[in-house]
């Protein structure tokens, strides 16, 4: 059932444009009115000019809700612009958006008008409404699972050509799937639930699903609108299928403590497509790292304010590791025993 081919499959079908509804913006710059490659490596350079005279770099930080995923995310970038321009000379105005779009849309204007140096989009829709308030301003997203999906753009190539570049938080979906064959090797119907509102989410789901096929195994999709309809969604499919996944997702990863309620007692285990999900309802994750693809942005933030990188070619940066983790006690309750070679999560 080992399929080999899976990740060089997932990393090219991740160029694959799906169409999805942009925030709204004004889309002009505060400082400028240019557009386009040209104009982002003018202000890259110009900015990095002004402040080498100055010593302070302004950084607007948008993520888009309260998450330890997310949160290690944000660390991660602050440490690495700490470190490579000192303390002293870096100052974060970070803004937590509490998962509201319209929050999203006037932090990222507000930044705009604040003509910082560069902003760090956390999440997909902390990204898509940085990226329609500025096309001047450098961008650099983490925690974003697919950038050729956020932002709508055709003919991917691995980088943007926009002012936007950044890391992905996405794991390979193949071996995502490999390990739920692992661990449930007579799994006969899976269950994938996730956020019909995330774009990404949708294409994790889509690529899963494909992985699923391929072994066999059948497998029913439910959606969710918002947080309120969790309980009932999952309620509706521990009664259908034998096991439950859910891909990296936002919502989701918020109410964690609802899914867990219903899933343990049901005794149908969960597989995450990350560490938090796991932590709180998962039995097992192939996870990343967030703190590192938060450092990985942060050095290209320095490669593009002080080195003069040109964003629009940077191209999309992924976890260097990979890392097989379980849930040790929603295992011990479902009487789950792991393979060797996975790593205990620390739960609380």
Same mark, same amino acid.
């Given at each position: +059932? ?8 997932? +990393? ?24 386009? #490659? $040209? ?10 000019? %002004? ?20 949160? $290690? #995310? ?12 000192? %303390? ?11 998962? %509201? ?46 950038? #050729?999906? $956020? ?15 950044g890391t992905s938080d996405l794991a390979p /979906? ?5 390990? /739920? ?5 007579? $799994? ?35 959606t969710i609108a918002d947080s309120n309809d ?47 999900? =796991?932590?709180? =309802? ?17 050095? +290209? ?13 940077? %191209? ?14 929603? =295992? ?17």
């Open positions: +059932m080992r399929k080999s081919s899976k990740l060089i499959s997932t +990393m090219l079908v991740a160029s694959m444009t799906l169409s999805v509804t942009a925030c709204g913006g004004d889309g002009t710059s505060a400082s400028t009115g240019d557009t386009g #490659a $040209a104009a982002v490596s003018q202000d890259n350079s110009s900015a990095s000019a %002004e402040n080498t005279g100055n010593g302070t770099y302004e950084i607007g930080i948008l993520q888009q809700l309260e998450h330890p995923a997310l949160d $290690a #995310a944000t660390e991660g970038f602050q440490d690495a612009l700490s470190d490579l321009l000192g %303390e002293e000379n870096v100052t974060f105005d970070v803004q937590n958006a509490q998962g %509201e779009q319209a929050n999203c849309s006037s932090i990222a204007t507000t930044f705009v008008s604040s003509n910082y140096d560069l902003i760090l989009a956390n999440a997909t829709t902390a990204l898509q409404c940085a990226s329609a308030a500025t096309s001047t301003i450098p961008i650099l997203g983490t925690s974003i699972t697919d950038y #050729a999906t $956020a932002l709508d753009i055709d003919n991917w190539t691995g980088a943007t050509g926009t002012n936007v570049s /979906l193949d071996q995502q799937e490999d390990m /739920l064959v692992e661990l449930f090797p007579d $799994a006969k119907n899976v269950g994938i639930i996730y956020c019909s509102a995330e774009p990404n989410s949708a294409y994790q789901a889509t690529k899963f699903g494909e992985y699923l096929t391929e072994d066999g195994i059948s497998f029913k999709e439910y969790i309980a009932s969604v999952v309620q509706n499919a521990v009664s259908e299928v034998d096991i439950i996944y859910i891909p990296t997702d936002n919502t989701m990863a918020s109410n964690t403590e609802t899914i867990n309620n219903i899933t343990l007692p049901a005794k149908v285990p969960v597989i995450a497509g990350e560490e938090g999900i =796991c932590a709180g =309802c998962g039995v097992a994750t192939l996870s990343i790292s967030y703190y590192d693809i938060g450092y990985k942005a942060g050095e +290209m933030a320095y490669e593009v304010l002080v080195n003069g990188a040109d964003i629009s070619t940077m %191209e999309i940066s992924y976890a260097p590791n990979v890392t097989k983790e379980y849930n040790p006690e929603i =295992c011990e309750a479902l009487g789950i025993t792991v393979p060797e070679g996975y790593t205990a999560i620390e739960t609380e």
